[in-house]
């Protein structure tokens, strides 16, 4: 299926969202996402399902000293 992420498309065989970030190598525990213009719950992220054309951004949480 072919999704818009971080502005670019983008082809995932991934169903659901959290598929797709272990697909990335992006742990939710680590990263804001936004999908279809809402921030989701880290909670919801096994269970939003991916959708042909829906856009996608991650936003990673990097801290440091």
Do not use: C, W
């Not at 999704?3 to 680590?30: D, V």
């Not at 054309?53 to 990673?60: F, I, P, S, T």
Request: proline letters at 3%.
């Amino acid at each position: 299926m072919q999704i818009i992420y971080q502005g670019k498309s983008l082809e995932t065989s991934a169903a659901f969202l959290a598929a797709f970030l272990a697909e990335k190598g992006i742990s939710p525990a680590n990263a804001v996402v936004e999908y279809r213009g809402e921030i989701l719950d880290p909670g919801a992220l096994e269970a939003a399902r991916l959708e042909e054309g829906a856009e996608l951004n991650v936003y990673r949480i990097v801290s440091g000293g």
